[in-house]
């Protein structure tokens, strides 16, 4: 392009000022920062604290538990705070009944456990029948021989051992036995220590949950009595320049935690009633205690309820002679399982937790993976913190977006992306989908023109290809092209007989969307044309014949500013007595804004949206037709 001196419009204001250099920062979003260094600082980060939580898991772990007991049980001591019983008091009761409860069914879990190892003796030839079963279903002879063959083996191999026992040895060339002198057999006894030492790996283990617990205990009765004073201190050391930032996220992190503390616990203890008295009804033994270890181990996401339904099946194995009552006790446990995880769960879950299914299942792995069954149980609500922080922090944005159920492109973004992949088909589905719930409008300034936009960026930056840009446009013109056919306008609710002129500034996306404001507001009735790329000169003739009232400048930053101002001073002076507005379509900022740096002299009035273009338009040309 040739350079040419700085002119001066009526305005006072020289190009140099609203050049493309001070426009641009209006019209398109400041890049993020993204540089090698911030990655790899954020990578170190992740990898310091995934350490910290691992080797320090002895002194999070207690904590975490006790966390979660203290978004469980924080709502009982509200409600008795409520009636005037006090912090101390109300902690005192819930804490207590808490732990006594749990104790109680710990204790009548262990006496039910006793009395079916007393009874496992009876149960036992029930096993080794239905095993035999399972071994030689049909009693076929090979199976049969196989097995003679196996047991004569044992015996030749118990009659050496016996006769080595004896001091002999057998000669196999001469069929005799020989004497021989033997070793004598030596055997280390170490003395008896105590019963610990017995127990060993067992007893160690013991001690370190019992310990745990003790510091779990201790740890949910400090939180819930200084759940204040903790709250201070976090918005001390982390917020005190985030108030409304801290405040947000910690009320929302305890909000979805607690609702889905208590949401699954009413789900699984409807899930160990209706498993109870179903297998009440079938006949197996201890039907309340499988019920109640339901209700408990649905709480260990996957491994749990796995193990709700195997422990029934196998006692059911065990107890009956046939397999009509183990196949029912399968049947109720997959029926009552498919229901809850089916159609129960998904729904009540849904506002609860904010996080997808995929992300439940990979945090599952990962905690599991970090502190083993106990990460296991506290996976999803420490995900669901996760997501939370994720939503409010900025620089954890990402976490929101890997963990979240949102979603994560929005529709102009997916409406793009599928045109990038060459799917037309897929395209128009989420615009055909976006325009049943939606209006037309509504459909064009929030799916396609910003599609049209993010193109457009992709071009100014050269990353669009240009026979993906061709298969864009064509796209959307075919879309644009479906919708007017559809289309029936409303002559009888026509507001102005005023003719209305669409032209593009520079090139197809300017003309799709002056198709799209053409379309938009002859559905209300206007007059409206739309000219081509090739028309516009002939309408900056003076001789033009292309009578107009209002002529709209259809311009998509950010290729398309300069050409369309060059544009609206060249109607200006071939037209003086047009009214014109300028049509900065998807803008950042405020179309005050964009005028005043354009200069008041560009347009008569400039918009940002279709949905502005026709209140513009209305405030134009209705007030004429009425003071006629």
Request: charged share 15%; net charge neutral.
């Amino acid at each position: 392009m040739t350079p040419t001196t700085p002119s001066t419009d009526t305005s006072g204001a020289p190009d140099s000022l609203i050049s493309r250099k001070s426009l641009l920062p209006l019209l398109t979003p400041p890049a993020k920062d993204r540089s090698p260094a911030t990655q790899l600082l954020a990578v170190i980060t992740a990898v310091v604290v995934i350490a910290g939580l691992y080797f320090g898991k002895d002194l999070v772990i207690p904590f975490a538990l006790a966390l979660l007991l203290s978004f469980l049980l924080s709502t009982p001591v509200a409600w008795l705070e409520r009636l005037h019983l006090g912090r101390t008091l109300s902690v005192l009761v819930v804490l207590t009944t808490a732990f006594l409860l749990t104790g109680g069914l710990i204790w009548l879990g262990i006496q039910q456990l006793n009395g079916m190892a007393q009874n496992f003796p009876q149960y036992q030839a029930h096993i080794v029948r239905k095993l035999e079963l399972l071994r030689n279903p049909a009693g076929l002879g090979i199976l049969n021989a196989a097995q003679n063959f196996s047991q004569l083996k044992d015996d030749l191999t118990a009659h050496r051992l016996q006769a080595e026992g004896r001091g002999y040895s057998v000669n196999s060339d001469k069929g005799r036995l020989k004497g021989a002198v033997l070793p004598v057999p030596v055997e280390v006894v170490k003395p008896d220590t105590g019963i610990l030492s017995s127990l060993g790996f067992v007893s160690t283990s013991i001690v370190h949950y019992l310990g745990l617990v003790g510091a779990v205990i201790i740890l949910t009765l400090f939180i819930l009595l200084n759940r204040g004073h903790l709250r201070n201190r976090l918005f001390r050391l982390f917020g005190q320049g985030h108030l409304v930032l801290m405040t947000t996220a910690l009320d929302e992190a305890a909000q979805r935690v607690s609702r889905y503390l208590l949401t699954q616990s009413l789900v699984n203890t409807c899930f160990g009633t209706l498993l109870g008295l179903g297998l009440w009804a079938i006949g197996v033994p201890y039907a309340p205690f499988w019920g109640v270890l339901a209700a408990f181990l649905r709480f260990i996401p996957y491994i749990g309820t796995f193990l709700a339904g195997v422990c029934p099946f196998i006692l059911s194995l065990a107890v009956f002679n046939g397999w009509s009552k183990p196949a029912l006790t399968v049947a109720l446990f997959v029926a009552i399982e498919a229901v809850t995880s089916g159609a129960v769960e998904p729904w009540l879950y849904a506002t609860r937790t904010g996080i997808s299914s995929l992300a439940i299942l990979l945090s599952a792995a990962f905690w599991t993976l970090l502190w083993g069954p106990i990460g296991l149980i506290l996976s999803t609500p420490l995900t669901v913190c996760l997501a939370v922080l994720g939503r409010h922090a900025p620089p954890l944005a990402f976490l929101h977006v890997l963990l979240g159920d949102e979603p994560v492109l929005t529709p102009d973004v997916c409406y793009y992306q599928r045109l990038l992949a060459m799917d037309e088909e897929e395209a128009t589905e989420l615009a055909e989908t976006y325009r049943k719930e939606k209006t037309l409008v509504e459909l064009y300034d929030n799916v396609l023109i910003p599609a049209l936009g993010l193109a457009e960026q992709d071009r100014h930056d050269n990353r669009l290809e240009e026979n993906r840009a061709r298969f864009l446009y064509r796209s959307t013109r075919d879309l644009l092209d479906e919708f007017a056919e559809r289309a029936a306008p409303d002559h009888a609710s026509s507001l102005s007989p005023a003719s209305i002129l669409c032209i593009p500034a520079r090139d197809e996306a300017d003309e799709l969307i002056g198709t799209m404001l053409a379309q938009t507001l002859q559905e209300s009735g206007w007059s409206v044309r739309c000219l081509s790329l090739g028309q516009v000169d002939d309408m900056l003739k003076p001789s033009s014949k292309e009578a107009a009232d209002v002529v709209v400048v259809s311009a998509l930053p950010p290729f398309a500013i300069l050409p369309a101002r060059a544009l609206c001073r060249k109607l200006r002076r071939s037209h003086p007595k047009l009214k014109l507005i300028l049509g900065v379509w998807n803008a950042t900022v405020p179309a005050e804004k964009i005028k005043e740096r354009l200069g008041p002299q560009c347009a008569d009035a400039v918009v940002i949206s279709l949905q502005e273009a026709k209140a513009q338009l209305h405030d134009m040309l209705v007030p004429v037709e009425v003071n006629g």
